[in-house]
């Protein structure tokens, strides 16, 4: 199994909420201290997929989310293109854009 290092995900994740909700905040805060877990998961299933990729569909299945779930996928994915750990690329699959980890992009010339 491909892991990764750990400081790629220190310190705790900013997690995205409506500013004018107590709620929303109250969640983001009950959620900050599992992203970076979340992320990794995110990370190494999309890792495992090597040259195939993986879509953020078939992400959310293979970690287990429900499809309607897709929204937790989308933020960790978000996080890991703006790091550079990840690239979306050209490559579609049931209408959705293919996730490769940026070492199998480079790997691949893209």
Do not use: C
């Not at 877990?37 to 195939?52: L, M, P, Q, S, T």
């Not at 990729?53 to 978000?78: F, M, P």
């Not at 070492?103 to 691949?108: E, H, K, T, W, Y």
């Amino acid at each position: 199994m491909i892991t990764v290092q750990d400081d790629l995900f220190h310190p705790l994740p900013a997690v995205p909420y409506q500013r004018k909700s107590q709620t929303s905040r109250a969640a983001a805060d009950r959620e900050r201290p599992h992203a970076n877990n979340h992320e990794r998961d995110v990370f190494n299933a999309i890792a495992a997929a090597g040259e195939y990729g993986i879509t953020r569909k078939e992400l959310a299945a293979s970690i287990g989310w429900a499809e309607n779930q897709q929204n937790r996928i989308t933020g960790r994915v978000a996080s890991l293109i703006a790091k550079g750990s990840v690239v979306e690329i050209e490559r579609r699959r049931d209408g959705s854009r293919v996730l490769v980890t940026a070492g199998v992009a480079a790997r691949m010339g893209l």
